[in-house]
T-cell receptor, first 113, second 113 residues
Framework: GAGVSQSPSNKVTEKGKDVELRCDPI?????LYWYRQSLGQGLEFLIY????????KSGLPSDRFSAERTGGSVSTLTIQRTQQEDSAVYLC???????????FGPGTRLTVL | DAKTTQPNSMESNEEEPVHLPCNHS???????IHWYRQLPSQGPEYVIH???SNVNNRMASLAIAEDRKSSTLILHRATLRDAAVYYC??????????????FGKGTKLSVIP
């Protein structure tokens, strides 16, 4: 079946602009996660959704970052007033339950000029 | 969080077995050992996981030391498609933060034709 999809695959923006990154999880998966991977680094956890609620937002690096999930499905990660240090690959994953195997999307590569 | 230690890189010849080690000396009784891998320009992909007993699946085998302080991911016959970064991750089965996957730097596996 269809895996996790993310859009756009690449995004180039200017410093100070807002960006929205989208994640379509696997149908029926209740848990959704956002991670960030900077060049040459491991993955950094950002936020976790169970259904539409986010029990843990502690990984969001600043208040410029926010995320929402509607209808227990699609999620949007928004970065306001982007900075150059926000440049990274943003990965989304989903799973049936929060302890299950996570299935990752291909990521969105964000470049802030 | 309990930490894992892996070699930065390893090389293998094509069609030969590969043993990827992981040390996790501070593992607790409720920690599962998970392995994910990340092919170039892709999101991470689940490989295998286990608790105490050795595990086999179509992708790999996982050998867990009797004291659980180390484990080895075994690829029985490396192919060029197995060239990736392999991450060894400890995951609690419940409780706060157990939904997170905490990625380190992993082991970059190169496969030589």
């Amino acid at each position: 079946g269809a895996g996790v999809s993310q859009s756009p695959s690449n995004k180039v923006t200017e410093k100070g602009k807002d960006v929205e990154l989208r994640c379509d999880p696997i149908s029926g998966h209740t848990a959704l996660y956002w991670y960030r991977q900077s060049l040459g680094q491991g993955l950094e956890f950002l936020i976790y959704f169970q259904g539409n609620s986010a029990p843990d937002k502690s990984g969001l690096p600043s208040d410029r970052f926010s995320a929402e999930r509607t209808g227990g499905s699609v999620s949007t990660l928004t970065i306001q007033r982007t900075q150059q240090e926000d440049s990274a690959v943003y990965l989304c994953a989903s799973s049936w339950l929060y302890t299950d195997t996570q299935y990752f999307g291909p990521g969105t590569r964000l470049t802030v000029l | 969080d309990a930490k894992t230690t892996q070699p930065n890189s390893m090389e293998s010849n094509e069609e030969e077995p590969v043993h990827l080690p992981c040390n996790h000396s501070t593992i607790s009784g409720t920690d599962y050992i998970h392995w994910y891998r990340q092919l170039p320009s892709q999101g991470p992909e689940y490989v295998i996981h286990g608790l105490t007993s050795n595990v086999n699946n179509r992708m790999a085998s996982l050998a867990i030391a009797e004291d659980r302080k180390s484990s080895t991911l075994i690829l029985h016959r490396a192919t060029l498609r197995d060239a990736a970064v392999y991450y060894c991750i400890l995951r609690r089965d419940s409780g706060a933060g157990s939904y997170q996957l905490t990625f380190g730097k992993g082991t970059k596996l190169s496969v030589i034709p």
